[in-house]
């Protein structure tokens, strides 16, 4: 069957070259690096709202909602843009809940997902009158009908179930297979819905399913959707209606030259899988949206060349992004300011920290000084989220950029607020 699919929206271009120096939207990156230091996050508000348009536009005609993940970039301000924008959120703790509340988000569009949600985070929830709780075992599910009771409410219940799909993505943040952690096997799903149903202070409206993040073929997306489709079939032939259908997130997104599909293409699976049927559809991009519209910025401390390999040392580490050491992230590299390549060599891009697996890349052709700054593309998502301070290095700032102003959105941590919640000993008795 033929797929209609939505016009693209036109390409933005957020961290252009303009001559030899690299900008975000109106500002040069290294006159941020000045007057913010480094590391630095910077982040395009025009980049993050155009990605988040992109899936809302998707699915125009069918009922929706766009509900951003929260776990691949919290910072407030950029929970405030897309919740401006209308966006709903997906949600994995009681801490991301806390942050869409005090972002302004709307917690009546708040989703909450994730295998262990403990009692006390079931009652954040309840209190807040969240969207949907996607529960993601038998257990859970009894959990939350205790305390729903207890709190006499009825909780708005979503099975997430696991359509053993493969995503063909790294193993890491692949979920939707039977081996991982994820979810509930589709088969088992029905005999659950049953038990759902039967508990008074459960709603079961939805079904939602997410198989893996980094998703660059839309086929994985296809597969499982059709499996989600047949289930809401099934349970409406034996009484059950189903409301709402959550296909998760995963898009992935180009960091080097992959080529995912656009949101306007993954709407058209949606369209041809679901379409028809009286549901209203959530989506829950995270990377698709932010990935792409966030870059770190690093100054390059020292050039050394052990014997064989030459390294760039720079004054970012893998406390600021983990995703090259975690999933063997790869990330483009390129200089703030363009020399004229005389001095271009293949270096390895590493940080400060002590671990051989501390480095943002390898094997990159640069043609950088000491001194220099250099900017880590595509960093928006699972970024300084994941972030730490191993080795006792406080966190970097975070900017976002929107045309020509610019607004610091986290300061950078001090070094003494990373013990501030730590004691000594009490003195020894005398
Ligand atoms: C339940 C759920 N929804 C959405 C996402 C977002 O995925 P992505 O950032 O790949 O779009 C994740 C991430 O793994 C997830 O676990």
Redesign the pocket.
């Known amino acids: 069957m033929a797929v209609a699919v939505p016009s693209e929206p036109p390409a933005f271009e957020p961290f252009p070259y303009r001559g030899d120096a690299l900008f975000a939207e109106g500002s040069r990156l290294s006159d941020l690096a000045e007057r913010f230091g480094t590391p630095l996050y910077v982040y395009s508000r025009t980049a993050l709202e155009t990605a988040w348009r992109g899936f809302d536009d998707a699915l125009a005609g069918m009922a929706h909602q766009v509900c951003f993940?929260v776990?691949?970039n919290g910072n407030l301000a950029v929970l405030d843009a897309l919740a401006r924008l209308g966006s709903g959120f997906?949600i994995?703790s009681g801490g991301e809940l806390e942050r869409v509340i005090a972002a302004g988000g709307d917690p009546g569009s708040v989703i909450f997902?994730?295998v262990g949600k403990s009692r006390e985070e079931m009652r954040a929830g309840l209190a807040a009158g969240i969207r949907s709780f996607?529960v993601e075992s038998v257990s859970e599910l009894e959990r939350l009908a205790e305390v729903a009771r207890d709190l006499g409410r009825v909780a708005p219940v979503a099975l997430?179930v696991n359509p053993d799909v493969d995503p063909k993505t790294h193993p890491h943040?692949a979920?939707g297979l039977r081996s991982s952690k994820f979810g509930i096997p589709i088969e088992e799903a029905r005999a659950v819905y049953a038990k759902g149903a039967g508990m008074r202070s459960l709603r079961m409206t939805g079904v939602g399913c997410?198989i893996?993040?980094?998703i660059t073929s839309l086929d994985p997306f296809r597969d499982a959707l059709r499996r989600v489709a047949a289930l809401v079939d099934e349970l409406a032939g034996n009484g059950i209606g189903i409301r709402e259908v959550d296909v998760?997130?995963?898009?992935g997104i180009r960091y080097r030259d992959e080529t995912p599909p656009s949101p306007a293409e993954y709407g058209a699976v949606v369209r041809e899988v679901l379409g028809g049927r009286p549901v209203t559809v959530f989506v829950?991009?995270?990377?698709?949206v932010c990935g792409n519209a966030g870059v770190l910025l690093a100054r390059v401390e020292y050039l050394k060349d052990n014997g064989g390999a030459r390294f760039a040392i720079v004054d970012a580490a893998m406390n600021d992004f983990i995703r090259p050491a975690l999933y063997d992230g790869w990330s483009r590299i390129l200089p703030c300011e363009r020399r004229g390549g005389g001095g271009r060599a293949l270096y390895t891009v590493a940080g400060p920290v002590c671990e051989s697996g501390d480095f943002l890349g390898r094997d990159r052709e640069l043609d950088v000084r000491e001194g220099d700054l250099v900017a880590i593309l595509s960093a928006g998502?699972?970024g300084f989220v994941m972030s730490s301070n191993y080795n006792s290095r406080p966190r970097a700032a975070e900017v976002m950029v929107d045309g020509e102003r610019v607004h610091l959105v986290r300061r950078r941590e001090r070094a003494d607020e990373l013990h501030a919640l730590e004691s000594r000993l009490p003195a020894p008795p005398r």
């Open positions: 993940a776990k691949a997906d994995v997902s994730g996607n997430r943040i979920t997410h893996g993040s980094q998760g997130g995963g898009l829950e991009p995270g990377r698709a998502a699972y």
